[in-house]
């Protein structure tokens, strides 16, 4: 562990969770950069991060953790390379109430291939309550597909105790592949 | 709603009325106030008008700029900026300032949700074309209003 803490980085689509995760579990309030939305993301909320969120935990055994959430359109790429420099994990999170998680999961797997390929990542499905179809096992499927065989979990952002098993099965995913 | 104020609720409004993205009118008059600031200073070398959340609205951009990209880092740029700025309890953001060694970029508020971005070349009049970009931020904001009157009208 260094001392300086570790960085984890969220991402995923728009409106998937990301600014709520992070606001779940730090320690500080959250640094956010949420502008007014003007576009499709309306459809889904008023506001939208459009810089990066900020926040802070300490796990049980005192290491830190930094946590970043990044902007969900492509448009914004260039803060994902930005925010994941440095970082040693992606929690990479999928709206169950997509029209297609598993394309969704796809596309930010490969936007982010070069990172997770050096770091470690884990998938969390946020809104499973909520969706008409077998989404836990479509994205197990389209992982095993990829030959990536990463954590999946089904969790509720706005639980603090269910993002910090996210960070937990990332931890120990990390912890075991150096 | 107060259409004024609120340029993306504005343009919202233009959007369901003429069924396009942002009425032609109310772009070349946004795009004629940018050509306008960068034609009357030797310094500026180009101009971008985005919404608050990264979409291109009007620019006067030097070729091989893509409008997307630098609308994008504004609003990033803008919003972190805001953010920042009042964490520190310093107020609200008058503009952004980025040196670099062949040109500087100034970002500041037009409006409520929108930005606009300068380019220079080397060595700028900072106090002149701050001065001359926040007119254009002005004027920007006044063409909004009397598109709000418009619509009200």
């Not at chain 1, 576009?39 to 055994?61: C, H, I, P, Q, S």
Request: net charge negative; proline share 3%.
């Amino acid at each position: 562990m260094q001392s300086l803490g570790n960085k984890l980085i969220f991402a995923g689509p728009v409106g998937v969770g990301k600014t709520t995760a992070i606001s779940a579990l730090s320690e500080i309030p959250p640094v956010c950069t949420d502008v007014a939305a003007t576009d499709e993301t309306l459809a889904r909320k008023a506001t939208t991060t459009v810089a990066m969120d900020y926040g802070f935990m300490t796990l049980e055994d005192g290491s830190q953790i930094h946590l970043y959430g990044t902007p969900g359109q492509d448009r914004f790429d260039f803060m994902w390379e930005i925010l994941t420099r440095g970082g040693l994990g992606l929690v990479l999170l999928v709206d169950a109430t997509s029209s297609d998680p598993a394309a969704d999961l796809e596309r930010y797997l490969d936007a982010f291939g070069d990172f997770i390929r050096s770091a470690g990542a884990v998938i969390g499905i946020t809104r499973s309550d909520l969706a008409n179809q077998d989404v836990y096992s479509a994205i197990q499927q389209r992982l095993r597909q990829r030959d990536q065989p990463l954590p999946v979990f089904e969790i509720d952002a706005r639980r603090p105790e269910e993002v910090r098993l996210l960070i937990e099965a990332l931890l120990a995913v990390l912890a075991t592949g150096e | 709603m107060d259409l004024a104020s609120d340029i993306s609720a504005l343009v919202k409004k233009i959007e369901a009325r003429d069924g396009s993205a942002i009425s032609e009118s109310f772009r070349t008059g946004l795009t004629a106030v940018l050509q306008e600031l960068v034609d009357g200073s030797e310094d500026l070398t180009g101009a971008l008008l985005n919404s608050a959340d990264g979409h291109a609205w009007a620019e006067v951009l030097p070729s091989g700029f893509d409008k997307r990209r630098f609308a994008a880092m504004s609003s990033a740029l803008l919003a972190l900026s805001d953010t920042t700025v009042r964490e520190a309890r310093k107020g609200q953001t008058t503009n952004v300032i980025l040196e670099g060694s062949e040109g500087n970029i100034y970002l500041m508020h037009a409006g409520s949700n929108m930005s606009l971005t300068v380019f220079t070349g080397v060595k700028p009049n900072l106090g002149m074309t701050l001065a001359q970009t926040r007119r254009a931020a002005e004027r920007v904001s006044s063409l909004a209003r009397e598109m709000a009157a418009q619509l009200a009208g």
